[in-house]
């Protein structure tokens, strides 16, 4: 099954979409722990990554992707977003459609673990200014 995510993530990268987006459904509905691969469950989050970038121009769809991705990630005991660098990038975007509910959780995600690298610090320092603005 991993190869199902890897191929998705390669054709998704290729701008493949219409061939990425059925492989990375078909991994995120996946009975990853089921199947005898636990150790491999993140691989939801990282196909979900990927339909999240599709939706990077679509608020709508980012938001109930992103909406999916939570609770899908939590029924297989995974807290949607783990890996740092999709939480940089996906709090980028929300900052960028407004999304303030999601810019909260990632935001919170990542001062949750101190950044130590400068970027990620004016990262965070953004969504801060964005969360205090009105809304």
């Not at 940089?88 to 960028?96: D, N, R, S």
């Not at 949750?112 to 953004?126: C, S, V, W, Y």
Request: charged content about 30%.
């Amino acid at each position: 099954m991993n190869h199902l995510v890897r191929a998705g993530i390669a054709f998704n990268r290729a701008a493949q979409i219409e061939t990425a987006e059925p492989l990375l459904r078909q991994a995120i509905a996946f009975d990853w722990a089921g199947q005898g691969l636990p150790n491999d469950k993140h691989m939801v989050e990282w196909a979900f990554f990927q339909l999240l970038l599709n939706a990077r121009h679509d608020t709508d769809r980012f938001a109930r992707l992103f909406d999916e991705a939570v609770s899908r990630c939590a029924e297989v005991d995974r807290d949607y977003t783990v890996i740092h660098p999709h939480q940089e990038e996906l709090l980028e975007i929300a900052i960028g459609m407004g999304h303030r509910l999601i810019v909260e959780r990632l935001a919170g995600k990542i001062a949750d673990r101190r950044p130590a690298k400068k970027p990620t610090r004016e990262l965070l320092a953004r969504a801060k200014e964005f969360l205090g603005g009105p809304g």
